[in-house]
């Protein structure tokens, strides 16, 4: 069925079927209604193709994500999709994992197809946006080293966020505090281990760093803890750079034998929603993951309407939220929402 079958069955011109199908205001609620009609009962559907001719406009966000796997973006996707379909667009998701090259090939499978680009990428460095973006192409750049360049860009607060849990794990008096790093050349894991480097250095400075190497998955994370017991002394506490980690290190302390907090205190970054129901449940850095998602599309929306932002770059704030798992009392937790 064509738009012409629509517009004989409906005893309507062309014109005020497309006018009815956009829903201009032009047309008549009663003649809007029997148009609508008519293309239920042809089962008519508009040519999307043909209409993104016409509108220049695809309805369709693409999100450039470097894992698809684990709660975190999950959260993320969950955000940019809520956002996405109160504006009634859609939303196309791909991963890109191993190098710059492999984003640079997502990116130009996108091209046509979207209206606008989110991109979150260790990958995603100023040669390969210039080199498979068109320069038109509207994009937000999510937690990435080019933040405050010449793109739109949101991002966490991770450098504070990390200095915060460190002064919050000295506060609870432990002085030995180990981290679990994330993956290298990650912009996120980069800016972690740069709080907790600083903070260690500010608030106890006769202290050496502790490092573990992980890559923010629970194996990388359950290596570490079992890593613990080569360390001598043993920490008083482990930070952990993401929440996922931090529960893989949780179970391996058990399997040492080791009570959390009782003998070892234990803090993340995230608050993935089942950081609050492992055993102990977790201390960590609060991220509004799902916000970060759909702030991002929102700002992506409005530049996609030509809407001019106030400024380029935006950070969002983490909050401490505490649980039994750091020694502290859960009354301390500052942020409950």
């Known amino acids: 069925m064509t738009i012409k079958d629509v517009a004989k069955a409906a005893g309507v011109s062309v014109a005020s079927v497309s006018r009815a199908l956009n829903g201009h205001d032009s047309v008549t609620p009663d003649t809007r209604q029997r148009i609508l009609d008519v293309a239920a009962r042809l089962r008519y559907m508009p040519n999307s193709a043909a209409r993104s001719l016409i509108t220049q406009r695809t309805q369709t966000i693409g999100a450039v994500l470097p894992d698809l796997h684990g709660e975190f973006f999950s959260e993320l996707i969950r955000g940019m999709d809520a956002a996405a379909r109160a504006r009634g667009l859609h939303l196309l998701v791909s991963s890109s994992h191993g190098s710059a090259s492999e984003v640079g090939e997502v990116l130009r499978t996108l091209r046509g197809r979207v209206d606008g680009v989110l991109i979150m990428s260790p990958h995603a460095d100023a040669v390969t946006l210039a080199d498979n973006l068109p320069a038109a192409l509207p994009t937000v750049l999510m937690n990435t080293r080019l933040a405050g360049g010449d793109y739109l860009s949101l ?83 482990i930070f952990a750079a993401n929440d996922m980690m931090a529960i893989g290190c949780l179970f391996a302390l058990k399997e040492l034998g080791l009570d959390v907090p009782g003998d070892i205190a234990l803090a993340g970054f995230d608050d993935i929603p ?50 039994h798992s750091s020694g502290a009392e859960p009354a301390l937790e500052t942020d409950t929402s």
Do not use: W
């Not at 972690?192 to 600083?198: A, E, K, Q």
């Not at 106030?310 to 950070?315: I, V």
């Open 274 to 323: 089942i950081a609050r129901f492992v055993s102990p449940p977790l201390t960590t850095m609060r991220v509004r993951i799902a916000d970060l998602g759909s702030q991002a599309l929102e700002r992506l929306a409005a530049a996609i309407d030509g809407q001019a932002m106030p400024r380029l770059a935006h950070e969002l704030e983490c909050s401490l939220v505490v649980r």
């Open 155 to 237: 991002s966490i607060d991770n450098y504070g966020g990390a200095y915060a849990m460190v002064e919050h794990l000295v506060a609870c008096g432990h002085r030995r505090i180990a981290f679990v790093a994330g993956p290298p050349n990650n912009f996120d894991a980069d800016e972690r281990l740069r709080g907790y480097r600083d903070a260690l250095k500010k608030r106890l400075p006769k202290q050496a760093p502790e490092i573990l190497q992980g890559d923010f998955s629970e194996e990388s994370g359950y290596r570490a803890g079992l890593a613990v017991r080569e360390l001598t002394p043993r920490p008083q506490a």
